[in-house]
Nanobody, 122 residues
Framework: QVQLVESGGGLVQPGGSLWLSCAAS????????MGWYRQAPGKKRELVAA???????NIDPSVKGRFTISRDNAKNTVSLQMNALEPEDTAVYYC????????????????WGQGTQVTVSS
């Protein structure tokens, strides 16, 4: 009931920057948290950054100070500005959201984007 369409990703050199964007569409009563996860080969999927509707954020310590997450509540979009990229940032990045789709009072459900590859290499 919620679809997430991502844009961005690609190949950059160490120290470079990328901007990821994700737009949510569909029918839902309320959009809760939005954010980004990533998964590198041989590793578990981990939270990179999340942002609540009110603007509070949760940033992984490994990217804090380099990555910035933001959202537009009117457009139901979330973005991730990635600066000073390192080879360790190489992973598939997944857009995430939690939304109430069946009722205005029920617990929200989680939705995921298709994933976009970010590769940091010289």
């Amino acid at each position: 009931q919620v679809q997430l369409v991502e844009s961005g990703g690609g190949l950059v050199q160490p120290g470079g920057s990328l901007w990821l964007s994700c737009a949510a569409s569909g029918t839902f009563f309320h959009m809760n948290a939005m954010g980004w996860y990533r998964q590198a080969p041989g590793k578990k999927r981990e939270l990179v950054a999340a942002i609540q509707r009110g603007g509070s954020t949760n940033i992984d310590p490994s990217v804090k100070g380099r990555f910035t997450i933001s959202r537009d509540n009117a457009k139901n979009t979330v973005s991730l500005q990635m600066n000073a990229l390192e080879p360790e940032d190489t992973a598939v990045y997944y857009c995430y959201c939690n939304a109430r789709v069946g009722s205005a009072v029920e617990a929200g459900r989680n939705y995921w984007g298709q994933g976009t590859q970010v590769t940091v290499s010289s």
